[in-house]
C-alpha cells in the first residue's frame, strides 16, 4: 500500500508508531540472542518462558504494524523501521511527555473501536453468507457493544482532558468509504474465519470495559467540552463500515484479501482523505532495558 501522506506531513503519533515498530523489533532481537539463561526455573521452564517471550513481543509487532498499514503508512516505511530494530537500534525518549502519552491513549483506543468494528462487520458478514445463526452468543455481542461504548466514551474524556486539538488528532478516525475499505482490507478480511472469531470473542471480553470505566471522568458527560471532540459514535462506525463492506447492489460476501487490496487501491495510486488516516495504538511497555541508540523512523 503506497503512502497516503508524505514523512513530514504525519502527525507525530503516527511516527510515534514507527518508533514503536523499531523498538519492539530491537526488543525481540536482545531476547533472541540472550537466550532462556535469564529467565528462572528448570531448563525447559527457562526455555519455554524465554519463547513465550518472544511470541508475546511477535505478537505485539504484528498488532502495531496491521495498524500502521491500515492508516496508510507504507510497506517501505514499516519494513525500515523495523529493519532498524533488527539491527539493534531503539529510539530512547526519556522522560515521556505525559501529554504524547494522552494523545496516544486516545489513537489506541478509537484504534480499537475501528479494529472491533471491521471484525464485527465483516463476521456478521460472513455468518450471514453462511446461515449462521448468532442467537446463542447474545450476551456475547452485547458485552462486546459496552467494551465499544466503554472505550467510546473513554476516548472522549481523555481527549477533553488535554483540550486535544485538530492538528493532534488527526487521521485518528476513518472519514470516508474508502478508507473504511482499507481498515477492512487490512484488518479483517486477511483473516481466516477462526482466526476472525478468536479476535471478536477477545474484544467481547468483559475486562475491555471494566478497564476504561476504571478511568474515565465526570468530563465523559460534559457536553460543552466533548462536544468539540468530534470522534464518531460507535455506533456511526458500524454503519460506515457496513456500507463500506457491501458495495451498493452488492449483497455478496465482501471480496477476500487479493480481489479486496485492488479495491482500496485508486487507480493512480494517490489517496484523499480529508483527515487522513485511523489511529494506532499505545504499544505495550518495554520488556528490556534500553540499550542501543537509533534513528527515528
Not at 480529508?274 to 534500553?290: F, G, K, N, R
Amino acid at each position: 500500500m503506497p503512502e497516503t501522506l508524505p514523512p513530514q506531513g504525519r502527525p507525530d503519533w503516527q511516527k510515534r508508531l514507527l518508533e514503536s515498530i523499531q523498538n519492539l523489533a530491537a526488543d525481540r532481537r536482545l531476547v533472541l540472542r540472550t537466550g532462556p539463561e535469564p529467565y528462572p526455573g528448570t531448563s525447559d521452564q527457562q526455555v519455554r518462558s524465554w519463547r513465550t517471550h518472544l511470541q508475546v513481543l511477535s505478537d505485539a509487532s504484528h498488532e502495531i504494524e496491521t495498524q500502521a498499514s491500515a492508516i496508510g503508512i507504507g510497506r517501505a516505511r514499516i519494513e525500515r523501521a523495523r529493519g532498524r530494530g533488527h539491527r539493534g537500534q531503539r529510539i530512547t525518549r526519556q522522560p515521556r511527555d505525559p501529554r504524547e502519552f494522552a494523545i496516544d491513549t486516545v489513537a489506541r483506543d478509537v484504534w480499537h473501536l475501528q479494529h472491533m468494528t471491521a471484525i464485527d462487520v465483516d463476521r456478521r458478514e460472513r455468518h450471514s453468507h453462511k446461515g449462521i445463526d448468532e442467537v446463542s452468543e447474545l450476551a456475547d455481542r452485547a458485552q462486546f457493544e459496552r467494551n465499544m461504548a466503554a472505550l467510546w466514551r473513554h476516548a472522549r474524556t481523555v481527549s477533553a482532558e488535554i483540550g486535544l486539538t485538530p492538528g493532534e488528532y488527526e487521521g485518528m478516525w476513518a472519514t470516508d468509504v474508502q478508507h473504511w475499505r482499507t481498515i477492512l482490507v487490512v484488518a479483517a478480511y486477511s483473516y481466516d474465519d477462526e482466526v476472525l472469531d478468536r479476535r471478536w470473542r477477545a474484544y467481547a471480553e468483559p475486562s475491555i470495559a471494566e478497564g476504561a470505566r476504571s478511568d474515565e471522568s465526570p468530563l465523559s458527560d460534559s457536553p460543552d467540552r466533548c462536544g468539540a471532540i468530534p470522534i464518531p459514535h460507535w455506533t456511526v462506525m458500524l454503519s460506515q463500515a457496513a456500507h463500506a463492506a457491501t458495495p451498493p447492489g452488492n449483497t455478496a460476501h465482501p471480496p477476500q484479501i487479493e480481489s479486496a487490496i485492488e479495491v482500496t487501491l485508486p487507480p493512480d495510486g494517490t489517496y484523499d482523505w480529508t483527515t487522513s488516516d485511523t489511529a494506532p495504538a499505545v504499544p505495550p511497555p518495554s520488556t528490556t532495558a534500553e540499550h542501543v541508540g537509533g534513528t527515528e523512523p
